[in-house]
């Protein structure tokens, strides 16, 4: 483990140009931060940390399994749905890691983690995803290049409400309301949008070899799933179970993903270029909290740090943050945080407003 400090909350100094004032468009905001960052270690992995997790999670993923095996036969075990969730929200947050190469410096070692966690394990492309989400995190928040806010079932900005009749007239009325309802689907979603990417001739391009990978492992995600369910219940109680795991997991990863941009600023395409730290710190917010937020949140609490720093390990975040908050704070540039509950209202608001045309129409 490296000799982490943590940083006080003093002024990092920041070149000036002109009057007094930050070059905005260059990387003169960030460099300094970066700087500070790296003298510190935060950047060197923890692998050791990860190690410990990964093999935890997949041990009491096992006991979960060993379990359905033992008692799958009473709907108590119907029950054991719920630490399913919670474990395979644990495997989405370590494939996560491993996509933004948080664990291992080598490439290959990345990629074989997140093949096991993304694909096997949560039945979720992982090339899919890295595509989606590095595209996120180039452009956060911006309506023409970000694919998290692209108008879909909901809509995120009321420049997308144009058009927006019948069904999903309604939907996007009602989109605040809907919106945790709605992230029960997140799980199923996941894998759904993975298997069309992996099989559609528009998806992230590969080599046939990555593809027939992935595509096995999907494959033998479902086979392995199913298996186990109709093996140890009966159908109907398989059901039951699958909805009840799926639709947890996806409240879990939806209430861990809400909070970070929702209500956010959105960049002004005709506007003036932001930097990379005014770009992925007006679009963020943080989420106070102790060490339970941090588990539970998967260390998503510290967006703007992740942003900032993607490649930074999880238990790293929480570290950088006080540095972060200075050199904000000396740049004059908002530093969003909030308690939990308090970000999913402000979500939530934001998600509302946005209907609002529509409601009165």
């Known amino acids: 483990m490296p000799q982490v400090t943590p940083i006080l909350e003093a002024p990092i100094p920041v070149p000036r140009t002109g009057a007094g004032r930050p070059r905005r468009g260059s990387g003169s905001e960030f460099t300094p931060l970066l700087r500070t960052i790296k003298e510190q270690g935060l950047l060197e992995r923890r692998t050791g940390w990860y190690a410990r997790g990964v093999t935890l999670n997949l041990l009491a993923l096992a006991a979960v399994a060993g379990g359905l095996v033992l008692f799958g036969h009473s709907w108590w075990s119907v029950l054991l749905a719920v630490p399913l969730a919670v474990l395979s929200a644990r495997a989405a947050f370590t494939g996560h890691d491993a996509g933004h190469s948080q664990i291992s410096a080598d490439k290959g070692t990345n990629r074989l983690i997140q093949l096991l966690h993304a694909n096997l394990l949560l039945g979720m492309s992982q090339e899919w995803w890295n595509d989606k989400h590095n595209r996120h995190h180039a452009n956060p928040n911006h309506l023409d290049k970000d694919p998290d806010v692209a108008p879909d079932v909901l809509v995120f900005d009321h420049r997308q409400t144009a058009g927006r009749t019948g069904f999903q007239g309604w939907l996007t009325r009602h989109q605040a309301w809907l919106f945790f309802p709605l992230t029960t689907l997140e799980g199923l979603a996941l894998k759904v949008y993975g298997f069309q990417a992996l099989f559609s001739k528009d998806g992230p391009r590969q080599t046939p070899r990555e593809r027939a990978i992935e595509g096995g492992l999907l494959l033998a995600h479902v086979a392995g799933y199913l298996s186990l369910l109709l093996i140890t219940m009966p159908v109907a109680q398989a059901v039951v179970f699958a909805l009840i795991h799926q639709m947890l997991l996806g409240l879990h990863l939806g209430m861990s993903f809400a909070p970070n941009h929702k209500g956010m600023a959105v960049p002004d395409p005709d506007g003036e270029p932001w930097g990379h730290l005014r770009r992925q710190v007006l679009t963020s917010r943080n989420i106070r909290g102790g060490a339970l937020t941090d588990w539970f949140l998967g260390g998503l609490n510290y967006q703007i740090e992740h942003h900032l720093f993607p490649s930074m390990p ?48």
């Open 314 to 361: 999880r238990p790293h975040l929480r570290f950088a943050q006080p540095a972060v908050r200075a050199h904000c704070r000396a740049l004059g540039i908002p530093y969003t945080e909030t308690g939990l509950v308090d970000s999913y209202r402000q979500a939530l608001g934001h998600l509302h407003e946005v209907g609002e045309p529509l409601r009165t129409a």
